[in-house]
């Protein structure tokens, strides 16, 4: 297709990635935050985002003159063919989605908009958005269309430019269409749907996905007390490809700037249109009962007394490949066994800085040393090849709780130290009577 110019509002992790990928495809991009300091960082080259390929990509696109950045979206979206709406929807107050950002943008930009340009959200928006949108447009030569966004972070780029499906929904089908066609480049199926199926995609897939991990980790507890193992219980299920092998591993509880925000939005939605939508809470509460039982499951391998234990902690991140810490399970279990009087030490790869109730250090021996426990609630790959003999050295006690089911049980019990994860067996520590 003939490049478009096009406008990208909101430089994170999807608004960055998308404008520099759709740079890559061709188009003429400009990407505008409020933040200037970012604004200028992004102008420079500079990205700050943990995501493999997206700062080449970046520079790519400036050198070619297909991607640039500014501040002020009324005047970038004067000539735009397009304008993609990335701008933050986190849980508001009640557990909504807040779409302050949203209508902030569409309010500033919409009587500068030219004519038959579309205005895209790909910002995660509960149903309705479209409309809302439109009336706050207040034009019928605007059309709204829904193209919303299933990147991973820590895989945005991959993501991005390797969908499953582009989905782009909206009451003017020929305006989705035209927004399909952005991506042509792209080899993946195009679902054209109306506004609401669209922006429903979002959230039944996002919840879909919380479910699953929910079930899981319900199914990864039974393990525990029905003396089965969950990494062959989900081998086993697995190959059934009506289930798939993927999102069935246990951990600490699901999280990140997504899942939470957008199970509780969705239930809300229900909540609007008298849907108790059980089975999503169910899910909710069950991953907070997850934390809790990773809470005790630490607990216990400090004698049952958290106050005054000196816990290693090896990872913060919501998961392996980013740096980014917004809900993270990591942050939620730290912060209980903080409350509960533990001492915390903690690395993360990818994590520096302050954080309130634990120590941060940058190595992971620092973590070991002289901890009544190391718990692992970050998958990093780098914590499976540590020297665990060097760690148990370092250790005051001799259990290793692994949250993530990353290490090798018996290279722990080599080390002369006590491993536990989650819906397996335990692997104790060799007594040796000298
Ligand atoms: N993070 C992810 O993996 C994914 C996020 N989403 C959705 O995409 C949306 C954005 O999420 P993220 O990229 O994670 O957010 P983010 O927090 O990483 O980035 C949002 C950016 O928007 C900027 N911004 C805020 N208000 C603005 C305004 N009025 N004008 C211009 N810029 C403004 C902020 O300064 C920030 O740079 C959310 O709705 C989220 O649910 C969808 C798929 C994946
Ligand atoms: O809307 C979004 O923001 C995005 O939310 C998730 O992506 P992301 O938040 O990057 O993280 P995931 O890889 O989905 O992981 C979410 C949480 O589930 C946990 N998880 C994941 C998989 C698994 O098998 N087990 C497990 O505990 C992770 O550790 C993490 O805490 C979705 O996977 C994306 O498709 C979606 O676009």
């Given at each position: 297709m003939t490049p478009a110019r096009i406008v990208v509002v909101g430089t994170g992790y999807v608004g960055l990635t998308t404008g520099a990928c759709l740079a890559s495809l061709g188009h003429f991009v400009t990407c505008v935050d409020v933040d200037r300091a970012k604004v200028s960082r992004l102008a420079a080259g500079?990205?700050?985002?943990?995501?493999?390929g997206l700062a080449d990509l970046v520079h790519r696109g400036i050198a070619a003159g297909r991607l640039q950045f500014v501040v002020g979206a009324r005047d970038a979206v004067?000539?735009?063919q397009a304008v993609f709406l990335c701008v933050p929807t986190p849980m508001g107050a009640g557990g909504s989605a807040d779409l302050r950002a949203v209508e902030a943008v569409t309010a500033e930009i919409g009587d500068v908009?030219?004519?038959?340009?579309a205005l895209v959200t790909k910002s995660t928006v509960p149903v309705g958005t479209s409309q809302r949108i439109q009336a706050l447009v207040g034009r019928t030569d605007v059309p709204v269309v829904s193209n919303p966004e299933f990147l991973r972070e820590g895989t945005a780029v991959a993501d991005f430019l390797g969908p499953d499906r582009i989905v782009v929904g909206s009451d003017d089908l020929a305006a989705a269409r035209w927004v399909g066609e952005l991506y042509a480049e792209l080899d993946a199926p195009v679902v054209v749907a109306d506004a609401a199926s669209a922006e429903l995609v979002k959230y039944a897939a996002n919840c879909y996905l919380a479910l699953k991990l929910s079930y899981v980790n319900s199914i990864a507890e039974l393990c525990e007390r029905l003396g089965a193992d969950i990494s062959l219980v989900t081998e086993g299920m697995g190959y059934d490809r009506r289930i798939?092998?993927?999102?069935?591993k246990p951990g600490p509880g699901w999280g990140g700037s997504c899942l939470p925000k957008d199970t509780s939005a969705l239930v809300k939605v229900a909540e609007s249109v008298n849907y108790d939508f059980t089975m999503l809470t169910s899910a909710i509460d069950e991953n907070l009962a997850q934390r809790d039982r990773i809470v005790a499951k630490i607990a216990g391998a400090v004698?049952?007394?958290?106050?005054?234990a000196r816990i290693g902690v090896l990872g913060l991140a919501f998961?392996?490949?980013?740096n980014d810490l917004r809900d993270s399970p990591a942050l939620a279990v730290s912060s209980v066994l903080c409350a509960l009087g533990a001492e915390l030490i903690a690395y993360d790869p990818a994590v520096d800085g302050e954080i309130a109730g634990m120590t941060v250090v940058d190595d992971a021996y620092q973590v070991a040393k002289d901890a009544d426990a190391v718990v692992v609630l970050t998958e990093w790959a780098e914590f499976k090849h540590l020297d665990w003999a060097a760690m148990a050295e370092l250790m005051e006690g001799i259990d290793v709780v692994d949250t993530r089911n990353l290490l090798d049980p018996r290279v722990i019990v080599d080390a002369g130290l006590s491993w536990q994860g989650v819906g397996r067996p335990r692997a104790a520590a060799r007594i040796t009577v000298s």
């Open positions: 500079r990205v700050d985002i943990l995501e493999p004067r000539h735009a908009l030219p004519a038959g340009c798939g092998r993927t999102f069935l004698g049952g007394t958290l106050a005054g998961k392996a490949g980013t």
